[in-house]
């Protein structure tokens, strides 16, 4: 006797709603990260153009996942935090120190953006994910020639 059965899993056990629910967050996840990972890939070649909706997917994945299989919303928080503190250990490798001069410190605050772009998307607080997506790609299109002005 097993005490554990696999389920099989069948096309016609498939709930289409909810892979259409589900895919519709993470491709808005996907578009609404493209703007900052094109901005990062053609200033920086440490993360770019790929890294930043990976990592906005997952981060929309994960949460997904927590929603749908965990009823407590305690539960729920957990993996959140755990998403922030892992995309936080990825944004830290951008951070690059040489002797004077400190660098990657945007790539690393955007990838932790789109971690939360896609946090937001997940729990349907797109007004959230549209918002930290506009004020991301601006302030990296714009603020990069506000600083290089005050630099000189």
């Given at each position: 006797m097993a005490f554990f059965q696999p389920r099989r899993y069948f096309i016609f056990d498939i709930n289409w709603s909810i892979?259409?629910?589900?895919?519709?967050?993470?491709?808005?996840?996907?578009l609404l990260t493209l703007p900052i990972?094109?901005?990062?890939?053609?200033?920086?070649t440490?993360?770019?153009?790929?890294t930043f909706p990976l990592v906005g997917v997952a981060a929309c994945g994960f949460?997904?996942?927590?929603?749908?299989?965990?009823d407590n919303l305690d539960a729920q928080a957990r993996i959140v935090q755990g998403i922030i503190t892992g995309i936080g250990f990825i944004g830290?490798?951008?951070?690059?120190?040489?002797?004077?001069?400190?660098?990657?410190?945007?790539?690393?605050a955007s990838i932790w953006t789109t971690?939360?772009?896609?946090?937001?998307?997940?729990?349907?607080?797109?007004?959230?994910?549209?918002?930290?997506?506009a004020i991301t790609f601006v302030t990296l299109k714009f603020m990069s020639k506000t600083k290089k002005i005050i630099k000189d």
């Open positions: 892979v259409i629910s589900h895919s519709t967050s993470i491709g808005l996840t996907y990972a094109w901005n990062r890939e053609s200033e920086t440490s993360a770019g153009i790929r949460t997904l996942i927590a929603m749908s299989v965990l830290g490798g951008a951070i690059l120190k040489n002797d004077k001069d400190v660098s990657g410190t945007a790539t690393a971690g939360a772009i896609g946090v937001a998307v997940a729990w349907d607080r797109l007004e959230i994910a549209i918002l930290l997506s």
